[in-house]
């Protein structure tokens, strides 16, 4: 019985292996110049593949799959303009991560944020039609994203996100998680880049115990008692590839 339960539990993360699998080999039959085939490439590098996902968004009709077992914190707020715009046109759908130690951050971001104990793949589908999944990397280490119109790969990519949505819980959920203000995330991300307090509260025009405030917020947030804690913290939510 306990073997039985254990290859049960295995089986989203073999499927999940061997879907990666099945995309980089895709991706490796075709000519890495985008020409709208149903595999080409998006973006190269972590920044350009932000900053594009206002395309996709502009391209979806009705619905967004999206599993991302690791969510950074972008201090440059990237996300913010196709956030919006998918909340004022009803999409349906929602990101789905595994539990982590900026929670609040990510629940903060986006909202609609769902967490499962375990993501087994990353990527995003739209409409049921188009994929966004991550490729090999680039020689000098920077991730890869391609576009895949390949119906047998999206459909698969689905399959995973609705047996992972059975295990997820909203955020808002999720023991631990507080809601953080819009400043808040302002003086996370200038905490990301090294900045003190007296240069938060002068570039928010905000005073330096509103600042220390903000501050203990983020840490309680974090669940740490110490800056040097909560700046680990900020440290690992912030890759420095996003400063790009």
């Given at each position: 019985?306990?073997?039985?339960?254990?290859?049960?539990?295995?089986?989203?993360?073999?499927?999940?292996?061997?879907?990666?699998?099945?995309?980089?080999?895709?991706?490796?039959?075709?000519?890495?110049?985008?020409?709208?085939?149903?595999?080409?490439?998006?973006?190269?590098?972590?920044?350009?593949?932000?900053?594009?996902?206002?395309?996709?968004?502009?391209?979806?009709?009705?619905?967004?799959?999206?599993?991302?077992?690791?969510?950074?914190?972008?201090p440059q707020?990237?996300?913010?303009?196709?956030?919006?715009?998918?909340?004022?046109?009803?999409?349906?759908?929602?990101?789905?991560?595994?539990?982590?130690?900026?929670?609040?951050?990510?629940?903060?971001?986006?909202?609609?944020?769902?967490?499962?104990?375990?993501?087994?793949?990353?990527?995003?589908?739209?409409?049921e039609r188009?994929?966004?999944?991550?490729?090999?990397?680039?020689?000098?280490?920077?991730?890869?994203?391609?576009?895949?119109?390949?119906?047998?790969?999206?459909?698969?990519?689905?399959?995973?996100?609705?047996?992972?949505?059975?295990?997820?819980?909203?955020?808002?959920?999720?023991?631990?998680?507080?809601?953080?203000?819009?400043?808040?995330?302002?003086?996370?991300a200038l905490?990301?880049?090294?900045?003190?307090?007296?240069?938060?509260?002068?570039?928010?025009?905000?005073?330096?115990?509103?600042?220390?405030?903000?501050?203990?917020?983020?840490?309680?947030?974090?669940?740490?008692?110490?800056?040097?804690?909560?700046?680990?913290?900020?440290?690992?939510?912030?890759?420095?590839?996003?400063?790009?």
């Open positions: 019985m306990a073997d039985r339960e254990r290859f049960k539990q295995d089986e989203p993360a073999t499927r999940a292996r061997a879907f990666q699998a099945a995309v980089y080999a895709r991706i490796t039959s075709v000519d890495p110049v985008p020409t709208g085939g149903p595999v080409c490439l998006f973006a190269v590098g972590l920044p350009a593949i932000l900053e594009r996902l206002k395309v996709l968004e502009r391209a979806t009709s009705s619905v967004v799959y999206n599993l991302a077992p690791r969510c950074p914190f972008d707020r990237r996300e913010r303009e196709p956030n919006l715009r998918t909340r004022a046109r009803g999409l349906q759908g929602h990101m789905i991560t595994a539990p982590m130690q900026h929670l609040s951050l990510v629940g903060a971001v986006h909202p609609d944020t769902w967490v499962a104990p375990k993501v087994p793949a990353t990527g995003i589908v739209v409409d188009i994929g966004l999944f991550p490729g090999p990397p680039t020689p000098d280490g920077q991730p890869t994203a391609w576009l895949c119109r390949d119906s047998d790969l999206v459909m698969a990519f689905c399959q995973l996100w609705w047996e992972t949505q059975q295990q997820a819980v909203p955020i808002r959920e999720v023991p631990g998680v507080l809601p953080l203000t819009e400043r808040q995330l302002e003086v996370a905490l990301s880049r090294g900045a003190k307090d007296a240069t938060i509260a002068r570039r928010l025009r905000v005073s330096a115990r509103t600042v220390t405030s903000d501050v203990g917020r983020l840490l309680d947030a974090f669940g740490v008692a110490t800056r040097w804690e909560g700046g680990l913290v900020i440290g690992r939510a912030c890759p420095p590839t996003l400063d790009g």
